[in-house]
């Protein structure tokens, strides 16, 4: 009886620890962070002696439901090592999506593996499955996230207001966006001239769209009715060193979270005459620092 518990006990250790590490790997996939293999691995053995333990306390206080959640919390701390509160709830989100979604996943294989009126019997083939399960949401579930669900997150409702007009349209929230206003330091928006060409008076129009280049659009526009909105921002970028772009300063920006809306006066706002998104679903460059509040 002591060599059958002891075999049990090995199996249920491999497969906790195997199950444990590809969850925790399909977790930092989707949220996007550094994978650290040692971290992953401490953190399985761990969950793993946690569930063989189990074999010989099933009763013990520490695995009730609330010590559980705070293990596996433990577990996800010690894994993935998140920087910050807001990284550790997304972290959270996707683990325990995956942890049920495999779950649910491995009970479907089990019931599917037996046929009707077949005897319930236990498997180690269902939680296999579950982990091929596990693998493949880390391997094409980073990729719909990537492709579907990010960018409709860091999208958001832009209104910009010059003079009296507005514009309204959908932003893209830009991490990497560093450009700054050299007289303010603070952070520039970038817009499609097509989208904010309406709020613009009509000999900036004319001279915007006759310019052959930056330089050209600068010098007709120093002397515009609205030469006094102008900004010059410097930019460094691949295949253009020291480069320039126009810019005009809007009297308000709002920018709707879904929560609340943020607002922001006398923001500069670069001028691009090209597209931003191939397929137009948004208009404008945000920095991050426009999405927090003042």
């Not at 002891?6 to 550094?34: E, P, S």
């Not at 296999?128 to 409709?152: N, Q, S, T």
């Not at 006094?228 to 308000?252: E, H, Q, T, Y």
């Amino acid at each position: 009886m002591l060599g059958e518990a002891q075999v049990y006990a090995d199996l249920t250790f491999v497969i906790n620890f195997a199950m444990d590490l590809v969850i925790l790997w399909a977790t930092a996939r989707l949220a996007g962070t550094k994978i650290i293999l040692y971290r992953l691995l401490t953190a399985s053995v761990l969950g793993a002696l946690y569930s063989v333990i189990y074999l010989y306390f099933p009763t013990s206080l520490w695995y009730s439901l609330p010590a559980k959640i705070i293990f596996s919390f433990i577990i996800v701390v010690l894994g993935l090592s998140p920087r910050d509160w807001q990284q550790l709830k997304k972290i959270l989100l996707y683990f325990y999506a995956i942890c049920f979604a495999t779950a649910g996943a491995t009970i479907a294989f089990s019931y599917l593996a037996v046929d009707p009126g077949q005897y319930f019997q236990f498997s180690y083939w269902w939680l296999l499955a579950g982990i091929i399960f596990a693998l493949l949401v880390g391997i094409f579930g980073e990729k719909y996230v990537l492709a579907k669900i990010v960018p409709g997150l860091l999208k958001f409702g832009v209104k910009l207001q010059f003079a009296g007009n507005s514009c309204q349209g959908k932003g893209f929230l830009d991490t990497g966006n560093g450009l700054r206003d050299p007289l303010t330091n603070k952070p520039v928006v970038v817009a499609e001239y097509e989208f904010i060409r309406k709020c613009l008076p009509g000999d900036f129009q004319k001279i915007v769209d006759i310019a052959k280049d930056e330089n050209d659009m600068l010098e007709g526009l120093s002397k515009s009715s609205w030469a006094n909105r102008l900004r010059i921002i410097p930019f460094s970028s691949i295949g253009k060193k020291n480069g320039i772009l126009v810019g005009i300063r809007a009297d308000r920006i709002l920018v709707n979270t879904g929560k609340e809306d943020i607002a922001h006066s006398n923001v500069v706002v670069g001028i691009y005459r090209e597209k931003l998104s191939q397929d137009g679903s948004y208009q404008l460059l945000i920095p991050s620092e426009i999405v927090n509040k003042q």
